[in-house]
């Protein structure tokens, strides 16, 4: 666990990745190798290499050089664009409950406990560990509203070497006393200490940033947006996240608190809270005009299929392929709380179901999704929408390697391998029925952040 040194590092056997095209294609590669810098960058992808032509490729005195076994491959890191940091305690609570219930009931109690630093450290340390075993290399997290505890979060983040954006949540109004900013100005002034101490602990920003996180609007005063699209707007490098047409009975009262709006992307453009770095979580009911506007602006949706389907009372299958159609970034999200499952492999699963949903609820027009598109969602799609981009989501020579090395043959419920499958039945294999368990080491920027010893 650490760097390795001032050595590069070279990886030879399968490689499997999604490539920036049209239609989101997988590059499946048995026999390549990757050659990745000291400070984590990649350097050189040779998509087929004979093993007896690996020495001449590489400078043995300054590379380590590592064979994957016949039954493994690497394949980019898992990036999690939508995630409660502080739900990991409550995850598969409330099943069922509609979205401001499950909210009252379970979440805002459960948030308020993060008050106590030490639970903070508890809680967070687990949390990142766990998503760091589940192969999430890249994480948009929601804090609480706890600077803090927000802190914490970030800390732990680059102690641990996970990428990551980091929110202290907004919330003024409509939450109990106990869960809720004393005033506008502190929410904001609260925001302004969180940005500044991750400015302090990774001054590059070579992992970390902040990201203005308002709750919702429900939670937020319109003087707590408008204060938050300033800082966004003098803070050009930061991303901003919230949740958007989630659930009929969210939209409901939005609109009931901001009647001069006919939408949320009307609402939050007003407030200078929609850019191409605006994450917006769910989107699962959107009016025409709200596309146009989405694509218009460059945001990106974080898909949450699994918290979609299961709590919050959306119980809806979001319009995936009208987003890709229309070429708005689409990343996928755990929602970690707001589901039965934290796993990416799970969220790829049940996107796959829910798109086949929607074919047949819009008879055919939108047509479910193939293996290599939910893929790309997890990952190069995530970066797209984390405008991470130019930095990860898949292997392109001059990106930084966060990678997962994946065994097939570990003990777990994988389906059998079997001797004539080729490699990309393994890997169909795996999406569909592997766990972390098929998961072996975990990189971020090249340095190891979590390894299984076999």
Request: aromatic share 8%; glycine share 10%.
């Amino acid at each position: 666990m650490g760097s390795h040194g001032a050595k590069a590092q070279a990886f030879y056997g399968a490689v499997i990745h999604s490539l920036s095209t049209p239609g989101h294609d997988l590059e499946i590669l048995p026999a390549a190798l990757l050659i990745v810098e000291a400070r984590g960058v990649i350097t050189a992808f040779h998509k087929e290499v004979k093993p007896g032509e690996v020495g001449s490729l590489i400078d043995t005195a300054t590379t380590t050089l590592h064979y994957l076994s016949p039954s493994q491959s690497i394949i980019p890191g898992f990036i999690d664009t939508h995630n409660h940091a502080p739900q990991w305690a409550q995850r598969g609570l409330g099943q069922g409950q509609h979205i401001l219930d499950w909210l009252s009931a379970i979440t805002f109690p459960n948030e308020g406990r993060f008050r106590d630093p030490s639970h903070a450290q508890r809680i967070y340390s687990s949390a990142i560990d766990g998503f760091l075993r589940q192969g999430i290399t890249t994480a948009s997290y929601y804090g609480s509203i706890h600077p803090e505890a927000t802190n914490i979060l970030a800390d732990l983040c680059l102690a641990k070497g996970q990428r990551a954006f980091v929110g202290k949540c907004n919330m003024t109004r409509n939450s109990p006393d106990y869960y809720r900013d004393a005033s506008v100005e502190q929410s904001l002034q609260d925001t302004e200490s969180c940005i500044a101490h991750i400015r302090k602990i990774d001054p590059e920003g070579k992992l970390l940033k902040h990201v203005l996180t308002p709750r919702f609007a429900i939670s937020c005063d319109a003087e707590c947006l408008a204060g938050l699209g300033q800082i966004a707007a003098q803070n050009p490098d930061l991303p901003i996240q919230t949740h958007f047409n989630e659930a009929e009975q969210e939209i409901t009262a939005t609109r009931e608190l901001f009647p001069q709006f006919s939408s949320e992307a009307d609402l939050y453009h007003h407030y200078g809270l929609l850019t191409k770095r605006s994450i917006l979580a769910h989107c699962c009911y959107m009016a025409p005009h709200e596309f146009d506007k989405l694509k218009e602006l460059q945001c990106g949706v974080a898909h949450c299929p699994i918290s979609n389907m299961t709590v919050g009372g959306g119980f809806m299958a979001a319009p995936i392929r009208e987003f890709l159609n229309r070429g708005i970034k689409v990343g996928l999200g755990t929602d970690s709380g707001g589901g039965f499952s934290s796993s990416m492999l799970d969220a790829i699963r049940q996107a796959m179901i829910a798109s086949h949903a929607r074919e047949v609820e819009s008879k055919g027009r939108d047509k479910g999704l193939k293996i290599a598109e939910a893929f790309y969602l997890a990952t190069l799609g995530g970066a797209e929408v984390c405008c991470l981009e130019d930095k990860v989501g898949n292997f392109e020579v001059g990106k930084e390697f966060d990678a997962l090395v994946v065994d097939w043959q570990r003990d777990g419920v994988m389906t059998i391998v079997e001797e004539q499958d080729e490699l990309g039945t393994v890997f169909e294999k795996f999406v569909m029925t592997g766990d972390d368990r098929n998961i072996v080491r975990v990189f971020v920027k090249g340095r190891v952040v979590r390894e299984v010893k076999i």
